[in-house]
């Protein structure tokens, strides 16, 4: 049973198609090994969508021929473009808006969704996944039961492997109505696009209320800067109006995975471990010995912050 | 909408993953679910608490409703504790085993029995299962416009809603007709504990598989009838849910960070700083 066609849904930020999406075209590769791998374009601003993704190495780009105003209308949009090209599995980075779109799509299409996964392997006629359960204390193995499926992948559990390619575009003729596009958004307001998105970075220094005021997240900062990371917080450092949510980590906040994590003066509650405890290598600065965060740290420091962090950002410094 | 607004929160009973228990595994590894204390999800009680803050500005009617083994009718006598008019417990054996999708399935067949309703509620996603997908499946499923992963509710009037919502690199503002499904973050809200003079009366409400059918009569008189319903009061097939209607399955469940790896402490000293700097120069971290 081999599967024929992957359909990668195609995410695009100021610089271009999305890491994740970028490593969800990974993904689709190991999921569906030969299979035509197809761009999928479905969007408000469509043409420039389709011409950074046909800057990807895929066999193609499909751009819906209609403005997509919402998560729902994507979806639709998406399953009458599969519906055309024909069976596919299709597979989502698992951003706030790929969540969304993901199980409106399994719905519309009836298919199986097997959501933020952290790795898949084809078994025998199956492909396994697996994705962590219970805020990350557990990970569970996914069996999809259908010839096809829908899938979003976790944030750098798949390396970006893609070179440039120059794909085709396609436009696909979509039927959308006015009831698929009810929900709609009256405003945007984006964030510093400079700053490196949290969920896409390598590296990352969160701060908690060990840092006692806003102004200890200059600690933070200089070592972010000296690891060349981005900048998480608890939610209760966000909560207090130290930082702004879009730099939450945590179950309400944002999911991460990135090669280095290193939470300073964070308590590290069930609901922050979520969002973090799958990052390969954590480093944790706390005074209290007791704190949960040591239970999933590689690297724990018991220190004051303020005494360890400025020694650690030095000794960074030398070797980057 | 002098009547007010008919409002229908979803909710869904986990185990408390954050209590510490003598047996948080079985013997092959899997999370002991029946060790840990059964709570409401915690963002479907900011689900609720949604609802009935606005109930108590438009006016109207909050019914909850949770699919779940007889065990459930205690987190729906929760939410009657904490201000619900009413709760549906959706309870057939048949339905063991079904996943997000056979779920969503039986969740529409309740509301289109429930009827005509203005507001559907869920919480953004479980704690068990993490995945995020009954509200909008639901909301695929009744063909209602929805709103997922909302912070706060701004307004309801003139038939729209307008809520907040936090993405990745934005914050977006939205606005959708009634009907609508919403799923609430956690957060969005400070969920309300139970009220003592509620919890005088609900603690004797009772689900009918609870009293094995018995005095269901006197129950209802008295206003402490939590409403069950099967398969086949939903019309419900046996090929639709459970294990048979669920598309996806699990095949085995390993627990993770439970089995620690070992940490390495690290001294509070240049040294040490020195020593860890170059380990994870070593693991090519950094």
């Known amino acids: ?51 950074a993704a046909s800057m990807l190495k895929v066999a193609k780009v499909v751009q819906a021929d209609a403005a997509v105003a919402s998560s729902q209308a994507a979806a ?26 993901a199980p409106c799509l399994a719905q519309e299409l009836g298919l199986p969704l097997v959501p933020d996964v952290t790795s898949a392997q084809v078994v025998g006629d199956h492909v396994e996944f697996v994705r962590p359960i219970y805020a990350g204390k557990a990970m569970a193995k996914v069996k999809p039961l259908a010839e096809t499926f829908v899938v979003t992948t ?91 949510h879009t730099q939450q980590v945590g ?32 480093v944790a600065v706390n005074k209290d010995p007791e704190a949960p965060i040591f239970q999933v740290a590689d690297y724990g420091i018991v220190a004051d912050l303020y005494s360890v962090v400025p020694l650690l950002t030095e000794e960074i410094k030398k070797v980057k | 909408m002098a009547e007010g607004l008919r409002i229908v929160v979803c909710v869904k009973q986990v185990p408390d993953l954050s209590v510490k228990v003598a047996e948080p595994l079985r013997s092959n590894g899997t999370i002991n679910r029946a060790a840990f204390p059964a ?32 065990t459930a009718a205690e987190a729906l006598r929760d939410c009657l504790c904490r201000g619900a008019d009413e709760a549906i417990l959706i309870c057939d054996s048949r339905f063991a085993g079904s996943d997000t999708f056979a779920t969503a399935v039986i969740l529409a067949a309740a509301m289109r029995r429930i009827g005509s309703v203005d507001l559907i509620l869920c919480g953004r996603q479980t704690a068990d299962g993490d995945t995020g997908q009954v509200g909008p499946e639901l909301a695929g499923l009744l063909g209602l416009p929805q709103i997922t992963r909302i912070s706060e509710l701004m307004s309801i009037e003139r038939g729209h809603v307008l809520a907040r919502r936090n993405l990745d690199e934005s914050t977006q503002i939205v606005e959708a007709p009634l009907p609508c499904l919403l799923t609430v973050n956690r957060g969005a809200n400070l969920p309300r504990i139970q009220n003592a003079r509620l919890t005088g009366r609900f603690k004797k409400a009772r689900a009918p598989s609870e009293v094995q059918g018995q005095g269901i009569e006197q129950l209802r008189q008295k206003g402490l009838l939590i409403e069950e319903w099967s398969a086949d009061d939903l019309g419900i097939e046996s090929h639709q849910c459970g294990i048979e209607g669920s598309p996806t399955r699990i095949a085995m469940v390993e627990a993770m960070s439970v089995a620690q790896s070992q940490q390495v402490e690290i001294p509070a000293t240049e040294a040490g700083m020195d020593d860890l700097v170059r380990m994870l120069a070593a693991k090519g971290i950094i």
Not at chain 1, 84 to 101: D, I, K, M, Y
Not at chain 1, 251 to 280: C, D, E, F, N, R
Request: hydrophobic letters at 45%.
């Open chain 1, 154 to 244: 976790r944030a750098n559990a798949f390396l970006d492997n893609n070179e440039s390619g120059a794909a085709p575009v396609e436009k696909a003729t979509v039927a959308l109505t006015a009831d698929d596009q009810k929900a709609k958004v009256v405003s945007l307001v984006q964030r510093d696009t400079t700053k490196i998105e949290l969920t896409e970075a390598d590296a990352i220094v969160s701060g908690g209320m060990g840092l006692g005021k806003a102004e200890g997240f200059k600690q933070v900062e200089a070592l972010a800067d000296a690891l060349r990371a981005a900048v998480g917080a608890s939610r209760a450092a966000v909560n207090a109006g130290w930082v702004d």
């Open chain 1, 76 to 101: 639709k949009a998406i399953a009458q473009i599969v519906k055309a090209q024909g069976p596919g599995v299709v597979v989502f980075g698992n951003t706030s808006l790929g969540r969304e779109v």
């Open chain 2, 39 to 70: 709570i409401i999800n915690p963002d479907d009680l900011c689900a609720l608490e949604m609802g009935l803050l606005i109930r108590e500005v438009r006016g109207g009617r909050v019914k909850v409703v949770s699919m779940g083994p007889p």
């Open chain 1, 251 to 282: 179950q309400t906040g944002k999911t991460v995975s990135p090669t280095l994590y290193v939470a300073l003066g964070i308590s590290g509650a069930i609901q922050h471990q979520a969002g973090m405890s799958s990052s390969k290598c954590i």
């Open chain 1, 1 to 51: 049973m081999a599967i024929n066609r992957a359909y990668v849904y195609i995410e695009v930020d100021a610089k271009g198609v999305r890491r994740t999406v970028r490593q969800a075209l990974t993904a689709a590769a190991v999921i569906a090994p030969g299979a035509e791998i197809i761009a999928v374009v479905a969007s408000a601003k469509g043409d420039a969508d389709a011409a």
